[in-house]
């Protein structure tokens, strides 16, 4: 298995856990030369903040670590196609890529596409502007997502 995907499978992880403990099903991963350098979970039912999405909260918490708003380099693995929120972010602060689990049509059944958030705003999901790679998670959609 690839750092890619062990990345990516931990991200997931984070996010089956969140949901165990009530939160929305989101994880993320942030990566600096294939190291895990920070995690975030979607942690807006607890917070009550609509910005602590999973990318958010692991760019936060990376840029504390690190000292720096700049994660120039940096691979984010997300168990979710990014939201233009986050997209931004990551592209503001010089994220390279992300990998990612699931799509907004694996989303959509269960309420947590962002595509309408892409629409409403007028952004195209194509191209993006870094590169967005889909890989296997190792689960099915449903199994994260579904009842």
Do not use: W
Not at 73 to 91: D, E, F, I, N, W
Not at 112 to 126: K, V
């Amino acid at each position: 298995m690839s750092i890619h995907e062990q990345h990516l499978r931990e991200a997931v992880r984070l996010a089956h856990a969140n949901r165990a403990r009530g939160g929305r099903p989101f994880g993320a991963v942030l990566a600096l030369d294939g190291e895990l350098v920070a995690t975030g979970v979607n942690d807006i039912v607890h917070s009550f903040d609509p910005t602590t999405h999973a990318e958010m909260q692991a760019i936060r918490a990376a840029c504390r670590k690190l000292g720096r708003p700049s994660l120039k380099g940096a691979v984010v693995y997300a168990s979710g196609h990014p939201c233009p929120m986050c997209l931004a972010a990551l592209t503001m602060t010089g994220v390279e890529a992300v990998y990612y689990a699931f799509d907004n049509a694996d989303a959509a059944p269960y309420g947590l596409s962002s595509e309408a958030a892409y629409q409403a705003l007028r952004l195209p999901l194509d191209p993006p502007p870094l590169p967005l790679t889909r890989l296997p998670a190792g689960t099915a959609a449903a199994d994260l997502y579904g009842a």
